[in-house]
Each structure stands twice: as C-alpha cells, then as structure tokens.
C-alpha cells in the first residue's frame, strides 16, 4: 500500500506518463505506439501532436521532458542517426528518468552503450508491455 502511494504521489508532479522520441522517418511507428499509450490511458508528448506553428520547438521539447515520467525511445537506424533523438534520450539520462528503449529494425549490438544499458524491448511486444503497466492503474 505505501509503495502505490509513493508512485501515485511522484505520477502526480509529471504533465505526462510518457515523453515518445523519434526519428521523423519513423512516424508512423511512433503514431502506432502513441495511439496504443493514448487507449490505455496514459498521457503522452509527442511533439507533432502538442507543438504550433510558432511555438519556440527546443523550449517546448525540453519542458515536456522534465514534464514527463518516462521517456520511450523508438530506436531505430534513422534515429540512431537523428542528433533530436540523441539529445532527448540524453537528457532524459541526466534527468534520470526512465527510459524504455523500442528496438525498431534494430538490434542491441547497434546501440550506442548507454541506451544498451537499459532493457529494451522489441517493437513487436509493445502491445503487451503497455497493456502490463498502464493497466493496473
């Protein structure tokens, strides 16, 4: 019971469950998995889906990091490849959030040492790795 206190208290301080980074070439994978997140009924920042025309873009994505209790990381080539990517997942490390790699056409072996650090997760189990966390809540 103290344990499920202490997560609700520290989910309560973020604006989101989930900061989603990834290579723009791997939009659609990433739209798949913010729908999936979205209908279990965690909250999410991706930044297409919450930035203008006008907004200041290294700003907003800064502060919905530090806003967010996670960070998932669509790993892809494109992204290993992507300096917004790197940036992200590097801060997110600095910030010691959570980070939840998705391999994505990609292997372990391919991945810089920090992000090989984490346990990923292949993109083909993201269905039941959100299904596990987001609803038991």
């Known amino acids: 019971m103290e344990e499920e206190f202490k997560r609700v208290k520290q989910a309560a301080k973020f604006q989101y469950d989930v900061f989603l980074s990834y290579s723009e070439r791997d939009h659609l994978q990433a739209q798949t998995v913010h729908e999936k997140l979205e209908g279990a009924g965690a909250t999410v920042f991706m930044a297409p889906k919450a930035l203008s025309a ?81 609803t038991t809540r």
């Open 54 to 134: 006008g907004d200041d873009f290294a700003e907003n994505i800064r502060k919905s990091l530090v806003g967010s209790q996670e960070l998932w990381v669509i790993v892809s080539p494109s992204s290993l490849n992507s300096e917004w990517v790197t940036t992200e997942w590097g801060a997110a490390w600095v910030l010691e959030k959570r980070t939840i790699p998705i391999l994505f056409r990609c292997d372990i072996p391919q991945l810089p040492e920090r992000l090989r650090r984490f346990h990923c997760i292949d993109a083909g189990e993201v269905d039941d790795f959100i299904k596990r966390k987001f």
